[in-house]
Nanobody, 122 residues
Framework: QVQLVESGGGLVQAGDSLRLSCAAS????????MAWFRQPRGKEREFVAA????????YYRDSVKGRFTISRDNAKNTAYLQMNSLKPEDTAVYYC???????????????WGQGTQVTVSS
């Protein structure tokens, strides 16, 4: 069993940066793919980024490439999402997830955090 707790969300202006953290407990994080999904109000949850535990290979949705960076610190059992040049369309609840395989489909991930709100004003 893995427990995930996100932090770092907030209200920022367009062009600002935020760093989200996802602290894991229960099992060694390096065993899993870690991912960030987001859910804008009234829309379905969508894939944002993922990182493989063994070698750090990363995956991103097209709209965040070059602006967002996913990383992990296996020693601290924590994953991060550095978000730069934020846009109003990035506004959403951001969720951290862990799973044994990667997919941009949320059903591939077994464990989820409670979510953290990111709001970007124009």
């Amino acid at each position: 069993q893995v427990q995930l707790v996100e932090s770092g969300g907030g209200l920022v202006q367009a062009g600002d940066s935020l760093r989200l953290s996802c602290a894991a407990s229960g099992r060694t994080l390096s065993m899993y793919f870690m991912a960030w999904f987001r859910q804008p109000r009234g829309k379905e949850r969508e894939f944002v980024a993922a990182i493989r535990g063994t070698d750090g290979i990363t995956y991103y949705r097209d709209s965040v490439k070059g602006r967002f960076t996913i990383s992990r610190d296996n020693a601290k059992n924590t994953a991060y999402l550095q978000m730069n040049s934020l846009k109003p369309e990035d506004t959403a609840v951001y969720y951290c997830a862990a799973g044994s395989r990667h997919s941009d489909n949320e059903r591939a991930y077994d464990y989820w955090g409670q979510g953290t709100q990111v709001t970007v004003s124009s």
